[in-house]
């Protein structure tokens, strides 16, 4: 059987890129990307002329099947986001617990992912953290926030630029204004930027100068 291989891709730069994942996406049978577009411009940077097939949150469950048969077959088959690693708040969890269950070995390389970055770098505690990825937008969002009130480890989330503000109001209302946290933005970017401060600091801020760009936001776990 072959193998399926989880690539991270850059989230930012295009040096984040590891050898051994040009390498991989350059000897696959068959490259899955979220979106064959964004994909292309990195397949290309590379000079990686591989066959592209979609593979994203909409399509994966009626794909799926056909790709774990491509597998049993003994292809090789690689999946990469439009940045990151796949199945981090991205498509890939479903086709790896179908390639799992069908007894496929399973690949995942090391590499890019927005989140890790962002909390080292925030200044807050890194050694045990919880990860929230993205709220709900709307159903269950205020009860996630207020279950997290008490948790004492460090929080990461990860927000769009329009919701950032009612993020950190929602927060600072749950946790309290002087509660600690860092937004960081635009990672391994040129404009790269990690504001740190207070909850109320950041609302000040982020009131005053409107947010661009992929968002982590780390918060201080309660004490």
């Known amino acids: 059987m072959g193998t399926l291989y989880i690539v991270p891709t850059p989230v930012g730069n295009m040096e984040d890129m590891t050898f051994r994942a040009v390498r991989i996406l350059k000897e696959a049978d068959l490259v899955l990307a979220e ?6 411009i990195l397949l290309k940077h590379y000079d990686i002329k ?5 593979h994203h949150k909409f399509n994966e469950h009626g794909t799926s099947a056909g790709i774990v048969e491509r597998l049993r077959g003994g292809q090789n088959v690689a999946l990469i986001s439009d940045a990151g ?3 981090i708040s991205d498509p890939g969890f479903f086709l790896v617990r179908e390639a799992v269950r069908a007894g496929i070995e399973v690949q995942t390389l090391p590499g890019a992912t927005a989140f890790v970055p ?3 770098s925030s ?16 159903k269950g969002r205020q009860s ?3 279950a997290l009130r008490d948790e004492p480890r460090t929080i990461v989330f990860y927000e769009s630029p329009y919701r ?3 993020l950190l109001q929602q927060l600072a ?5 002087e509660r600690q946290a860092s937004v960081c933005r635009e990672i391994s970017k040129v404009h790269e930027e990690s504001r740190r401060g207070t909850l109320a600091e950041l609302i000040t801020h982020f009131t005053e100068t409107a947010p661009k760009g992929e968002i982590v936001v780390v918060v201080e776990g309660a004490h």
Request: with cysteine; glycine share 12%.
């Open 173 to 177: 209302e749950a946790f309290g204004e």
């Open 35 to 40: 979106d064959t577009r964004t994909s292309g």
């Open 118 to 120: 962002a909390l080292v």
């Open 144 to 146: 996630r926030i207020e």
């Open 164 to 166: 950032l503000l009612k």
């Open 123 to 138: 200044g807050l505690p890194c050694d045990r953290f919880c990860f929230e990825g993205f709220l709900p937008p709307k």
């Open 50 to 54: 591989n066959h592209l097939m979609s």
């Open 85 to 87: 690693t796949p199945g």
